[in-house]
């Protein structure tokens, strides 16, 4: 590709050099630069791209874009200066990839929890009705029955418009996928075209990278202040800040709710361990589902399916026969009656509400024991938090390691215990091997009572000391019952 045809839609500063030189790849990372790059120089965390245009060139790219120009330059490339290369590194990645978003129907789904599974479950209600679909997802990538692993909740853009580009040639009508609020503040979705945009809620996450509540809802927001008129913006509008994200959209407005006025209405009538019974507008529907969050998903689910001009019998014929995603409210039963579960709450909000769910369902008599860490390198804030809410709703807590990732885990496990006021610590037990404290819980338990395994749900991993070990909640929580 000519590097004119690359810049498209970019608005560029300077261009020092010629713009009819031959670009084979793009790049935004020196490590990674190969003949005929055009290498990106990103301003990142913990360092700056512009640091490594050198290494670029030294490698063969054949032309850099940058913020600033270097002072030593070199007369066989090319340096074109923007204003901000992560905007730009999106459109060109668009651009190098025949711009897929404008090929099939994009819906993004953000908030603080319930995208993957608000993704995953458009993913198959949009297959039950005989499309071609991608998913972009925390959990997986999919192409039809075709997995890529994912790396992140929402792809680098490189990364991205090549997988919606292989959605496109393999014929997928729609792509669902999470946009995380890293990605909108990173720019990684920068140049996609939406058909919709999902919110579901925003409660406290990620302070550690936003800074404030108010820099985190700010973030959340730019995704539908810059959706098209032609795209639809659908919001949650029982969360206190559902509303703010439709404040500047010019996209079509809609909203869902179980509480406030909305276009889309739902109401749980029965809960059950294995699933609901809702009202979704005026039609009552049996779901596999569980928790009040869960009728706000399908409710979402519900309403994105027919703004996207699907059958209202026909989706809702679906919504009663497809499950959500991995690692999400999973059930395993002992041969003795204990009831296991695995969920990846890893917020206070999402705590909560899966604590308050089975708090529902349970009987007189049951205990709750909970199992939870939370992650190293990640907002700290949440971390007593966390264990305040879950001893709030359980009968006994064992606080334990998620991924600790470069801290020590003994640090994380003290400032969640920092959350347990001092009369309640005897229902609270310290094990900080999460196969052991799983083991614990389950030889604490009694028949009927409820073991909640939190954090991980579908991760395969435990990352200690920056490495992974196989580690697989659900698995360990199979081993243990079946002893
Ligand atoms: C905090 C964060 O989001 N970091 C992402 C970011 O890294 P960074 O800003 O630290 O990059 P950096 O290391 O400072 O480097 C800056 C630039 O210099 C380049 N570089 C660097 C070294 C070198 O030798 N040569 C070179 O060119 C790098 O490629 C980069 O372009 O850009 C990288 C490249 O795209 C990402 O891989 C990295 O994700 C890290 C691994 C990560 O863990 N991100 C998490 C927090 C994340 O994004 N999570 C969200 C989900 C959150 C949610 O639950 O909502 C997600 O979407 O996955
Ligand atoms: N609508 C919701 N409201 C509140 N909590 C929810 C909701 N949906 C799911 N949860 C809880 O949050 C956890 C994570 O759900 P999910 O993976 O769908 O969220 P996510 O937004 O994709 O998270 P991540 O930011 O890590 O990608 C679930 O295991 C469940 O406990
Ligand atoms: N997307 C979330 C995942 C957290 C999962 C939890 N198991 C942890 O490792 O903290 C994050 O990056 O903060
Ligand atoms: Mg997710």
Redesign the pocket.
Known sequence: MILKELLHAIPVVQVVGSLEVEVASVC????KVEKNTL???????????H??VG??IALSASAVLVEQLPQQMDDNTTYVVVGDTSYALGIAASNYYGNPSQELKLVGITG?NG?TTVATLLFNLFRQLGYHVGLLS?VENKIGDRIIPA??????PVALNKLLSDMVDEGCDYCFM?V????IV?Q?IAGLRFAGGLFTNITH??LD?HGSFDKYIKAKKKFFDDLDRYAFALTNTDDKNGQVMLQNTFAHKKTYGLHQVADFKARVIESHFDGMLLQIDSHEVWVKLVGGFNAYNLLAVYGAAVLLEQETLKILTAISEITGAQGRFETVRSKNGIVGIVDYAHTPDAVENVLTTIKDLKVVGQQIITVLGCGGD?DKTKRPEMARVALKYSDKVIITSDNPRTEDPLTIIKDMEAGIPAEKKKNVFTISDRREAIRAACHIASAGDIVLIAGKGHEKYQEVSGVRHHFDDKEELEKTFNE
């Open positions: 935004f990372d020196s490590r290498f990106v120089a990103i301003r990142g965390v913990q360092t700056d791209g640091l490594y290494k670029a603080t995208k925390t790396t992140h909740t929402t792809p680098d999470e995380s609020s890293h990605a990173q990684r996450d990620h990278f990640r």
